[in-house]
């Protein structure tokens, strides 16, 4: 099989499980993260939520510091620190600390969303209009980051920590002039919008201006992708995830995960079942061959020069076990002790 040979790293969205704690949901994150970091794997990144019933990851700087002080290679990351819920100064400093405690361990995945319900909004501070600034507020991150703010953030960053924009819809505008990679998702480019999505995509490379972090457009595909011995138990590895999603969007919760075994027995509405085959039809599913050959389409289609894993399953033990499989598909190599 002819796999492309470019970094592949993960991120994981610190998923609630039914009958779990916060503590253990962590815990689990964390070991995922040493697992990763022993199989190969390029980065290991954490997400931004906020009041969400099924996740417990809110604030990625604190977990970032806590995954990294318990790796020693692997590179850690956010996809992303939402930009209009924060303070630019404060971002940089924290980033900024990070980088002085794991030199050239530390990303920046930055994205533009704000909360998706009004209460959340109001604890946060903003409102639908904060995403507007965002142009503003990132060209502010961007200059401490530098050093090129009249002010120094402290501890000086220095340009070492590479800054993503995550790039769904507008974010490519805002970093092609900027010189920034991005993070884009895999689902775009194989549904009714793909043409648009690889257009958005070819003029963020044709408008690239170099920056002090990338010389060159880069470009992150994330890619939702469950291995399995047949086809059927790699969609068992999605059930899970696609359910609380399909929740969310009827039940107006994004729950916490429950097991493949419990979704099979609900009964659905015909939304829910929509809304489940939409989400299982955008992830990359299959045995490893069938994986191989979606994956290296999507490659060949979107020029991407590494690939982000998103998988999240209900139980820790088959999500570590699709961590290994992908390691072996794409020939990660393990690092030594």
């Known amino acids: 099989m002819n796999l492309p040979r470019i970094p592949v790293s ?3 969205r610190a998923n609630a499980r039914v009958g779990s704690s916060p503590g253990a949901e962590l815990a689990v994150v964390l070991e995922r993260a040493r697992r990763a ?3 190969g794997f390029h980065r290991f990144w954490v997400a931004e ?3 969400v019933p099924g996740i417990v990851g809110s604030a990625p700087t604190l ?3 806590a995954i990294a002080a318990q790796t020693q290679q692997i590179r850690v990351g956010s996809g992303g620190v939402m930009l209009p819920n924060h303070q630019p100064l404060v971002v940089a400093e924290q980033i900024g600390t990070l980088q002085a405690l794991h030199p050239g361990r530390i990303d920046l995945g930055i ?5 998706f319900t009004e209460p959340i909004r109001a604890a946060l501070r903003q409102d639908l209009g904060a995403a507007d600034r965002f142009d503003a507020d990132l060209a502010e ?3 401490y980051l530098s050093g090129t703010a009249p002010i120094t953030a402290r501890p000086a960053d220095g340009g070492a920590t590479p800054p993503f924009v995550l790039a769904m819809g507008r974010g490519v505008e805002y970093a092609a002039p900027t010189g920034l990679a991005v993070v884009v998702g895999g689902a775009a480019f194989s549904g009714p919008r793909a043409d648009e999505a690889l257009e958005r995509l070819q003029r963020y490379r044709d408008e690239f201006v170099p920056s ?3 010389p060159e457009p880069y470009v992150m595909v994330a890619v939702n992708v469950a291995v399995g011995d047949t086809p059927d138990a790699a969609l068992e590895l999605l059930l899970p995830e696609a359910w609380s999603m399909a929740a969310a969007r009827t039940l107006g919760d994004f729950t916490p995960l429950i097991s493949a075994a419990a979704v099979s027995e609900r009964t659905l509405t015909t939304r829910q079942h929509g809304l489940i085959t ?3 039809a955008a992830a990359s599913h299959g045995t490893p061959d069938e994986i191989g050959t979606q994956v290296a389409e999507l490659v060949r289609r979107t020029g991407a020069d590494e690939l982000l894993v998103t998988t999240n399953t209900f139980d820790p033990e088959a999500l570590w076990d699709n961590d290994r499989r992908l390691a072996e598909l794409f020939g990660t190599p393990p690092i030594k002790p």
């Open 37 to 39: 970091e022993a199989l």
């Open 10 to 12: 993960l991120l994981d």
């Open 49 to 51: 939520h906020h009041a």
């Open 278 to 280: 939409d989400h299982l």
């Open 212 to 214: 002090t972090w990338w």
């Open 141 to 143: 991150l961007l200059s």
């Open 63 to 65: 977990l970032m510091a």
């Open 111 to 115: 994205g533009r969303s704000v909360a």
